[in-house]
Nanobody
């Protein structure tokens, strides 16, 4: 059974840091690229980052570039978030894409994802 499990969310003060994890089961990172999305209260889900281990490509949305770092190790994908801002408060989801492992990472598109995790909540307090 294919599953994606996110962890690492929590309540953090503005300016702090977090590392989110996305652990797939039922497939390896050689088979699917992993993308991160987030959905803030009252807003649409936003694709923010992607990593494809086949060609080493990564992608960051302008809204997170310079503060977020995506990486992978031992079949787990990490999203390090530095200098957290209150506007980073959201549920963070990871998703797997067979399309992006074949063609490389791009701006994560909801329709290009094959599997989704259930999300982990990040709350940034001022």
């Amino acid at each position: 059974e294919v599953q994606l499990v996110e962890s690492g969310g929590g309540v953090v003060q503005s300016g702090g840091s977090l590392i989110l994890s996305c652990a797939p089961s039922g497939f390896t990172l050689d088979d699917y690229a992993i993308a991160w999305f987030r959905q803030a209260p009252g807003k649409e889900r936003e694709g923010i980052s992607c990593i494809s281990t086949n060609d080493g490509t990564t992608y960051y949305a302008d809204s997170v570039k310079g503060r977020f770092t995506i990486s992978s190790a031992e079949n787990t994908v990490y999203l390090q978030i530095n200098n957290l801002k209150t506007e980073d408060t959201a549920v963070y989801y990871c998703a797997a894409s067979e399309l992006y492992i074949e063609y490389g990472c791009a701006e994560p598109d909801f329709g290009a994802m094959d599997y989704w995790g259930k999300g982990t909540l990040v709350t940034v307090s001022s």
